[in-house]
């Protein structure tokens, strides 16, 4: 053995990166061992075709935490985002289209129906009003439910007294957010189809729900968590591709002195002889590295019945690991493109191709999406959610052409008996979604170079996202702060000691956060009594 | 034109629905001069034993009355007043296509033997699983007895809510308080395949947890939705199965029978068309006749959205109120079909006639063949469709209590899951209702061949009729949906969790109050304390 780390974190994802940037921040020797060729697990970018950058897997970025960025100084590290202007959702005949530019979408809004744009600005503030409630849970770590010890409670308990505080209706609308459906809630506001199946999509991406699922509302703070950070708008695009926020993470880290290493797959990590205490971890070359904590940002059916040999966790511990819900529920479809493709019925120009065209023209489209996936089949006529970040940033294809990201729901990982399995049916999954969109926009079919489609198992084989979901883990009320990923182990901790979890199936979960990173190494620094820097 | 009050009172009950009723004798227990309006010709509101056209009678809308808050019977004397409660030992029977069943006993060991034949495993699981939602379920009725703390502010008595509160969370073990959270929003699909490998048996259980609502089984918070079912009765996991004898009317006249013992005076025929209010509170209530009855409580039985929108002036409520008040969710899903039959019918799964008259005599569960099963009956409910594969619970009450056939033969009363309250296609004419009925009837055909000939009389009762006939809007049976979204705390609004309406002196007492629906009297029970303390405070 070489030598000995303070630290040595299992996976170079955002997540990951941001714990070893935060612990070297504090002084310890850190290593992060990546297994793929390239940083950011499934924050990352690749040229899939010559001249063609692809955020292969997270193609957006909102809820970054900005401490984050300002603690690792990210923007000197390269950390640019461009803004999404709007969303755009083409219909047979006609469109609906929401932009940055207030007054134009209250106008749009109004072409459809004059309640729904009066809704939109009350709706729009509360929202807003909610969103800023909830953040602090991201920043929370969640206490054990059975704990008596009042510090664990402070931050519950501070958000009760201001839950006390709010006022009834926004109390209301609190309460039918963490618990009903998108569409439910959506439909106490408005009457325009197109308008509330968009506004609902938010609420379905990466989990196994449907529109109409209750716990499907909460997601749709999200869209407002971002925008009142100031320094952020709602939704945008890292320069380059997604794959530059890791890039920027780690150069930070490596500036704070930690060593990164790709190529550098784990197999297991090592544990004292009475197996109660990590010790370091073994690589798949079999070279041993010892290090004081081990961190694992792999997500928690990895961490716990890959890397450890069985028999090592208490039995009830792993049977709760092991009912852990995954169930990869979408796919992507990259396309590379000679032009832009021109949607039927349009506003003109390109400017409404800047933001995210989504396919999504009523609730009922969306949840029939839903049933086709609940029966292990990928949808037939999906939600898809485009764009094209080449518009905004030239730079990720050759000028002149584009790329097209395509975000695709449903593609549910496990499929039905019978059915041929992914690797034997992407092709056809690839084609419902090109043939989808050609019914907007015809001339697709014509300008696409080269199409690349990356299905759940792909998800799951080639970035080690179980099952291929894209949060670690269903985030679903059940799989959340208390219980996120196991009751009773939601403070980074697991029942091995100096073995801890960093990754997205910890609270507060999935997404480009890197609160999961943060919360993790500063559980970690305080349970090792380090300052932290 | 109105006339002068007739009489005065201290408290009206705007409803004689079983709540109505236990609030009625609870208000009149306590020494109040108390009046129950009610507007059909029968008390009881959805409890109710209706006849048939060929002489028997079949229930209304709940068939069985497991849930009645034991609390309720012993403090209103219902035993005194003619009451006579069976519960059978079978609970509930689920015919499977190939012949087979799964049936759900009382006794945890029988059902767990049975089980067996299903999966050794499943078999194990279900001691385990039968204490475990027991051990759930004690904590929701604690729940239950208690009156939501306010989300605003705080008091004492919230405080001493919250003790009492953290006193059974922590009677709980520390792995089932833990579980419990994250248990409670669970869908019925996921929280039954963790004890559980076949199919039938999930399904089997899953049908207590969608049971008159709007959610599918994979649906979130329809794990709630079976802990509340087995909070308060002594059906485990099973579930209960308790018929009143003479049916469920029987258990109304006996609740009216306590009401008249304590003072009530009941009125039928009596329609009240709204609460009159002055200053801000309660004067009284106007009946359709013009008669107007002045009292400074009106306890009202009818749903939430009724009550605020449909008996307040509009200026009491206030834009916000109403808006909230008008996005109650009520989307009923659920139509009752009664059978009268000339014989038994022939259940094959259920074995011999003297076997098969013994294990149907809990709720026979028609469609619980699978999760996904169930959850496609359920689709084509979201699109405004009847399924071809409705789910039914269905009894036959005459099994235990012939004189509800009193020339002979049985009763089966069909209560069909995932019946859409709008139609996609067309209304519920007609043609529609008797549509539904055949289609209900070929559904049973399928476990029991040979029932269509055995028909004597039936009616069909669709949403839309049970809106008509019972006054629950959008045809809901438990007033409000109840889902995450309108629970405890925020049942049936946030800030009117409590009972109390906006205005002084209106309080709501039926099931779109804390804790809900079903044959219950708990939130009359709850609520009428409720009101007693604020009279003691002024």
């Known amino acids: 053995m070489a030598q000995r780390y303070d630290a040595v974190i299992i996976g170079g994802g955002h997540n990951g990166l941001t714990t070893a940037a935060y612990l070297a921040k504090a002084g310890w020797k850190t290593l992060v061992l990546e297994k793929r060729r390239i940083l950011g697990g499934a924050t990352t970018s690749d040229e899939i075709v010559p001249g063609y950058t692809f955020s292969v897997l997270s193609y957006v970025v909102s809820l970054l935490r900005p401490e984050i960025i300002r603690d690792l100084e990210l923007a000197k590290h390269g950390l640019e985002i461009l803004p999404l202007d709007g969303t755009f959702t083409p219909l047979h005949g006609d469109y609906l289209w929401r932009r ?50 009042p510090r664990d409670w402070l931050g519950v308990l501070g958000l009760g007294r201001d839950f006390a505080r709010l006022p009834e209706r926004q109390q209301a609308a609190f309460l039918g957010l963490m618990t009903m459906s998108a569409a439910d809630f959506l439909d106490q506001w408005f009457e325009t189809e197109p308008l509330k199946a968009t506004m609902s999509a938010s609420g379905i991406i990466g989990t196994f729900l449907g529109v109409r699922s209750p716990g499907t509302a909460y997601v749709l703070l999200h869209h407002y968590m971002g925008e009142i950070d100031g320094a952020f708008r709602a939704w945008g695009f890292q320069k380059g591709g997604t794959g530059a926020i890791s890039y920027a993470i780690a150069s930070a880290a490596r500036a704070l002195g930690v060593e990164i290493r790709t190529e550098a797959g784990v197999s297991r990590v090592t544990l ?54 995954f169930r990869g529920s979408s796919g992507k479809v990259n396309l590379a493109l000679d032009a832009l493709p021109t949607f039927t019925t349009n506003p003109g120009g390109t400017e409404y191709l800047r933001g995210a065209v989504s396919i999504s023209p009523s609730l009922e489209h969306m949840e029939r999406a839903y049933d086709d996936a609940k029966y292990g089949r990928f949808s037939r006529r999906p939600y898809v959610d485009i764009v094209f970040p080449s518009l905004v940033d030239p730079s990720v294809a050759p000028p002149g052409k584009h790329v097209m ?19 034997n049916q992407k092709e056809a999954f690839g084609n419902v979604v090109i043939d989808l969109v050609s019914e907007f926009a015809p001339n697709l079919k014509d300008v696409i170079v080269e199409k690349h489609v990356v299905s759940p198992l792909d998800m799951e084989r080639d970035w080690g996202l179980t099952e291929g979901n894209i949060f670690h883990g269903e985030l679903s009320l059940e799989q959340l702060f208390f219980s996120r990923p196991i009751p009773g182990w939601a403070r980074y901790r697991t029942p091995i000691r100096d073995y801890w979890m960093c990754g997205s199936s910890t609270h507060p979960g999935g997404g480009i956060m890197g609160a999961n990173g943060r919360l993790a190494a500063l559980q970690l620094l305080k349970a090792r009594k380090t300052k932290v820097a | 034109m109105s006339s002068q009050p007739s009489a005065s009172f201290d408290a009206i009950v705007v409803g004689g629905g079983h709540n109505g009723l236990v609030a009625g004798a609870y208000l009149a227990k306590a020494g109040l001069r108390t009046l129950v309006l009610e507007k059909r010709a029968t008390l009881g509101g959805t409890l109710e034993t209706r006849p048939l056209a060929d002489g028997k009678c079949a229930p209304g809308l709940f068939h069985t009355v497991g849930r009645l808050r034991p609390s309720v019977a012993r403090e209103l004397g219902l035993r005194g ?62 729940l239950n007895d208690a009156t939501p703390p306010a989300t605003s502010g705080g008091s004492v008595g919230d405080a001493i809510t919250g003790l009492l509160l953290g006193r059974a969370f922590k009677k709980l073990s520390k792995d089932d308080a833990r579980q419990l959270l994250r248990i409670l929003p669970m869908a019925i699909a996921d929280f039954v395949a963790e004890s559980f490998e076949s199919d039938p048996v999930r399904a089997a259980i899953a049908m207590r947890a969608v049971a008159f609502t709007a959610l599918g089984s ?23 199965t308790v018929y009143a004898m003479g049916g469920p009317g029987a258990l109304a006249d006996a609740l009216a029978a306590a009401a008249r013992g304590f003072g009530a005076e009941i009125r039928t025929g009596a329609e009240v068309l709204g609460v009159t209010t002055a200053d801000g509170r309660v004067t009284g209530v106007t009946l359709a006749s013009g008669e107007e009855i002045a009292a400074p409580i009106v306890a009202s039985g009818l749903d939430p959205k009724r009550t605020l929108l449909g008996l307040l002036p509009p200026l009491e409520l206030g834009p916000n109120l109403r808006w909230r008040a008008g996005n109650i969710r009520q989307p009923g899903r659920v139509a009752r079909v009664n059978l009268g039959l000339s014989t038994l019918p022939v259940f094959p799964a259920a074995g011999e006639p003297e076997e098969a008259s013994r294990r149907l005599r809990g709720r026979i ?35 235990v209590d012939p004189s509800l056939a009193p020339d002979g033969g049985h009763v089966m009363s069909v209560i069909a899951q995932y019946v859409p309250y709008r139609l996609a296609d067309g209304t519920w004419d007609a043609d529609a209702r008797e549509a ?101 405070r002024r």
């Not at chain 2, 999760?371 to 005459?398: C, H, N, Q």
């Not at chain 2, 309406?501 to 007492?509: H, K, N, Q, S």
């Open chain 2, 436 to 536: 539904l009925g055949d289609r209900v009837v070929a559904r049973l055909e399928s476990v029991a061949p040979g029932i269509s000939a055995l028909v004597t009389a039936r009616e069909v009762l669709t949403p839309v009729d049970l809106e008509a006939e019972y006054g629950l809007t959008g045809g809901h049976p438990y007033h409000q949906e109840p889902s995450l979204d309108a629970w405890f705390a925020w049942r049936p609004l946030v800030g009117h969790a409590r009972y109390r309406m906006p205005v002084a002196g209106l309080y709501l007492v039926g099931p779109g109050a804390h804790p809900g629906g079903g044959v219950t009297g708990a939130p009359a029970q709850n609520a009428v304390k409720e009101i007693l303390a604020d009279r003691k």
């Open chain 2, 81 to 142: 007043h003619g009451l006579k409660l069976v519960a059978p030992e079978v609970r509930a029977f689920a015919p499977q296509p190939d012949g087979r069943a799964v049936t759900l006993w009382a006794d945890a060991a029988r059902t767990a033997d049975e089980l067996r034949a299903w999966s050794r495993a499943d078999g194990a699981a279900w001691v385990e699983f039968d204490r475990h939602v027991r051990a759930l379920a004690a904590f929701i009725a604690s």
């Open chain 2, 218 to 240: 994979w649906s979130m918070g329809t794990t709630a939705a079976l802990l509340a079912d087995s909070a308060g009765n002594d059906g485990g996991a099973a579930g209960q």
């Open chain 1, 272 to 325: 004292t002889p009475s197996g109660d205490r990590a010790t370091g971890v073994v690589l798949e070359s079999g070279e041993e590295i010892a290090a004081n904590v081990v961190v694992s940002s792999a997500d928690v059916r990895r961490t716990f019945l890959q890397f450890l040999e069985p028999g090592i966790l208490p039995e009830d511990f792993e049977a709760q690991v092991r009912r852990f819900k």
């Open chain 2, 365 to 399: 569960l028609v469609g619980a063949t699978g999760i996904d099963d169930m959850e496609r009956a359920f689709d084509a409910s979201k699109y405004g469709r009847v399924s071809e594969a409705l789910l039914l619970e269905a009894t036959i009450p005459t099994l």
């Open chain 1, 405 to 423: 990201s395509c975000f695709v729901q449903y593609a549910p990982y496990n499929l039905a008996e019978g059915a041929l399995d992914w690797d």
């Open chain 1, 100 to 149: 940055d530019d207030h007054a134009a979408t209250m106008r749009e809004i109004r072409r459809w129906s004059a309640t729904d744009a009066d809704a939109y600005e009350e709706y729009g503030q509360l929202m807003a009003d909610m969103a800023r409630f909830i953040k602090p849970i991201l920043g929370m770590v969640p206490p054990d439910p059975t704990s008596i010890d």
